[in-house]
């Protein structure tokens, strides 16, 4: 079966600390994946979707960046955080025509 | 641009009332439209996916319509339960365009009271 997982479920980083978020994908090959953020009474934000291994496109100019090193392999990371990263995160899957399927998200604070 | 909007942005009803939430989007070259439900502090949970060419899907108490014309879909929930409780939120994927530019809507938070 197709299964998604993200991890960690919560963090609390301070400010100007690295960070390093990681999903990955079983069940199913070349996917589509996606980094979204949903800020607190906000809806979701496309951060950066990927169509294969080493391509990234970026939806936003930030603090973020994102890496795919394989297949079903897809991390979020910054080298400084900023209290305006804080945020939930959600990393998604998609292939063809199908819909999205979606981790459990991470929950970030920068403090 | 494609903007979706779902009213009410809350409801609440009592336990075993059929109920129904909107989604209106503008555009309607619509590839596909997905239903998903979100509990607090967790990730989206897929409902319903209705492709551009289908009129509805259901899934258990659940029924999904979709009107390209009035640039409209219903989630009807049947006999609500507490555990029905949540956030819903819609998703609308443009015709000719990639899952980079699905659009969301904002959601409703239902609250079904026992």
């Known amino acids: 079966s197709q299964t998604i997982h993200q991890w960690p479920a919560t963090l609390v980083q301070p400010v100007g600390s690295p960070l390093s978020l990681e999903c990955t994908v079983e069940g199913t090959s070349n996917p589509n994946l996606y980094w979204y953020r949903q800020a607190a009474g906000r809806g979701l934000q496309l951060l950066f979707y990927s169509v294969g291994i080493g391509q990234i496109s970026s939806e936003v100019p930030q603090n973020l960046s994102a890496s795919r090193p394989q297949d079903r392999q897809f991390i979020l990371s910054s080298k400084k955080l900023l209290l305006s990263d804080s945020g939930f995160y959600l990393c998604?899957?998609?292939?063809?025509?199908?819909?999205?399927?979606f981790g459990s998200g991470t929950r970030l604070t920068v403090v | 641009k494609q903007e979706v909007t779902q009213i009410p942005a809350a409801l609440s009803v009592p336990e075993g009332e059929n109920l129904v939430l909107n989604c209106s989007f503008t555009d309607s070259a619509i590839y596909n439209l997905q239903w998903f439900r979100q509990d607090p502090g967790k990730g989206l949970t897929s409902l319903l996916l209705i492709q551009s060419s289908q009129r509805e899907q259901t899934s258990g108490r659940l029924n999904a319509s979709l009107d390209k014309s009035s640039g409209r879909s219903t989630l009807y929930i049947a006999a609500s339960q507490p555990g029905d409780s949540a956030t819903y939120l819609c998703a609308v994927r443009p015709l000719g365009g990639g899952y980079q530019k699905v659009t969301f809507g904002t959601g409703t938070k239902l609250q079904v009271i026992p």
């Open positions: 998604a899957w998609s292939v063809g025509g199908g819909g999205y399927t």
